[in-house]
């Protein structure tokens, strides 16, 4: 990661010291404003060239801005993608190989602690493991309570009982139809 600069103090932005960087700063621009290049768009009102202080692209803000020429006119292009892309590409690159480093440098028991640590310590910000595992927790909570046989009313084991009933009564008739018709066909049969 590239080192990032120090916040200032809060109000510094009002302070007599920031007053008289940017007084400075604002002078030493505008001594050089002259000297910039300059936007060369035609102006639709007379024709004229546009003037204003050119951007890298050769154009100002209102004439080179976001949106790209040729077929992909309508894309809206969020502003410098590519280099902003690339810096954090390099800023992966080379943390991979200041860790790579490290690990070379280490001996074998640190090396076998640094193993150690990574099975427990996953990458990403701790809130979100921490969200994760709670999540997790909740979910083995509901399902262990999908499990759990509900409590029985009196009422229902009441009818539980009647159903128990009837269903052996139903077996018992089912029986006896049961032979009921095996003697009526021994009868014609038989
Ligand atoms: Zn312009």
Known sequence: MSARRPTPHAGWSQSAQFRSVARVAIRAYNATRHTLPKCEAVRRTDGGLCQQIAMGNGRCYLHGGRTPKGKDWHKPQPGATATKTQRKLKDIERAAKKRAKRLDAMT???????????????????????????????????????????????????????????????????????????????????
Not at 109 to 117: A, V
Not at 120 to 133: D, L, Q, S, W
């Open 108 to 190: 074998l028991d640190e090396r076998k602690r640094y193993e150690d640590w990574r099975k427990t310590h996953r990458p990403g910000p701790r809130a979100t493991e921490r969200a994760k595992r709670a999540q997790a927790r909740e979910a083995r909570e509901r399902l262990a309570e999908m499990d759990r046989p509900a409590p029985q009313t009196a009422e229902a084991q009441a009818l539980a009982a009647v159903i128990e009933t009837l269903r052996h009564q139903a077996q018992q008739l089912k029986a006896a139809q049961d032979t009921a018709t095996t003697n009526l066909t021994d009868g014609i049969f038989g």
